[in-house]
Nanobody
Framework: QVQLVESGGGLVQAGGSLRLSCAASGLSFSSYAMGWFRQAPGREREFVAGIQSWGSSTYYADSVKGRFTISRMNTKNTMYLQMNSLKPEDTAVYYC?????????????????WGQGTQVTVSS
């Protein structure tokens, strides 16, 4: 079965950096668009960034543009999210998601598979 496992979350001070990873198994990884979402307490899960199946196209939420970078290594079935200049408002559980499509879905409903999430906490 399909498994997505996030790692790399933790506690960091404002202005710091973290790199999240999402390891995928049970799917033809290079055929799937991948995305990162986040959910803060009491808020809806929101799109953060997405990457096309071969990595040729990416898309970011305005709130993270210029600070976060999404990438993937298809030979390792892994996707990454480099997060720089972190702010307290970036605090959330971060989820990776996969969808068998050429486009980059930006809504929760656009993804078929989800990981369990990794906590990111940014202190002020």
């Amino acid at each position: 079965q399909v498994q997505l496992v996030e790692s790399g979350g933790g506690l960091v001070q404002a202005g710091g950096s973290l790199r999240l990873s999402c390891a995928a198994s049970g799917l033809s990884f290079s055929s799937y668009a991948m995305g990162w979402f986040r959910q803060a307490p009491g808020r809806e899960r929101e799109f953060v960034a997405g990457i096309q199946s071969w990595g040729s196209s990416t898309y970011y939420a305005d709130s993270v543009k210029g600070r976060f970078t999404i990438s993937r290594m298809n030979t390792k079935n892994t996707m990454y999210l480099q997060m720089n200049s972190l702010k307290p408002e970036d605090t959330a559980v971060y989820y990776c998601a996969a969808d068998n499509t050429l486009a980059i879905p930006t809504t929760r409903a656009g993804y078929d598979y989800w990981g369990q999430g990794t906590q990111v906490t940014v202190s002020s």
